[in-house]
């Protein structure tokens, strides 16, 4: 079975604080993504990247950074929590398409709730 | 661009009704299409997808049709449980995008014994 596996379930930070979420897949996927989860907004990309040491911003990447230094892992780092940036965060991994069969679905880790206090 | 409209929620039903969830999409090209689950306290997990024009995809009871003149794919399921309690997310998938899937902002669907 495909894992996406997130560090912590529940998690709570005060302002202010460096937050890391990690997120590590075993499938070999090419691209990580992550997202927040907020009620009546969706799903909101923050970033993705689609390969070591790369990545790309996303729709709401303000006070959010990333790193990808292995292919099966990707970290969500808060620089400085604030708390507006209480959410559901959700790690996913997809293969790179060029084509490929089963290319385009994506599988999800089971979220972080993050609460800043 | 590209862009994805679900029916706002949440949809209230009992148990053993007819659902239908109503998606519309915004696409250039021939996107993938999916519906993804998301049960209580857990992460998005694929229901059904499809990759082609009037195909079908279903799982679990669950269906629905691509269907590319009214660009829809609605989810249908003839009788609910109690267990289907979720959000519901449809999304696309373009085949000329290597990154990411376009989400819909989901519906939550309440079924009561």
């Known amino acids: 079975d495909v894992k996406v596996t997130q560090s912590s379930r529940y998690l709570v930070k005060r302002t202010g604080e460096k937050v890391f979420l990690e997120c590590v897949q075993d499938?070999?996927?090419?691209?990580m993504f992550w997202y927040r989860q907020d009620p009546g907004l969706g799903l909101r990309l923050i970033y993705f990247?689609?390969?070591?040491?790369?990545?790309e911003k996303g729709d709401i990447p303000e006070g959010y950074s990333v790193s990808r230094e292995k292919k099966e892992r990707f970290s969500l780092i808060l620089e400085s929590a604030s708390t507006n940036q209480t959410s559901m965060y959700l790690c996913?991994?997809?293969?790179?398409?060029?084509?490929?069969?089963?290319?385009?679905?994506?599988?999800f880790g089971q979220g972080t709730r993050l609460t800043v206090v | 661009g590209d862009s994805v409209t679900q029916m706002e929620g949440p949809v209230t039903l009992s148990e053993e009704a007819f659902l239908t969830i109503n998606c519309t999409y915004t696409?250039?090209?021939?996107?993938?299409l999916f519906w993804y689950v998301q049960y209580p306290g857990e992460g998005l997990q694929l229901l059904l997808k499809?990759?082609?024009a009037d195909d079908k995809g279903s799982n679990k009871g669950f269906e629905a049709t691509y269907r590319k003149e009214t660009t829809s794919f609605h989810l249908e399921k003839g009788s609910v449980q109690v267990s289907d309690s979720a959000v519901y997310f449809c999304?696309?998938?373009?085949?000329?995008?290597?990154?990411?899937?376009?989400w819909g902002a989901g519906t939550k669907l309440i079924i009561k014994p």
């Open positions: 696409a250039t090209g021939y996107p993938s």
């Open positions: 996913a991994s997809s293969f790179l398409s060029q084509g490929r069969a089963g290319a385009d679905e994506a599988f």
């Open positions: 990247s689609y390969d070591v040491k790369m990545k």
């Open positions: 499938m070999d996927h090419e691209n």
């Open positions: 999304a696309l998938f373009r085949r000329d995008s290597n990154y990411q899937l376009i």
């Open positions: 499809a990759t082609k």
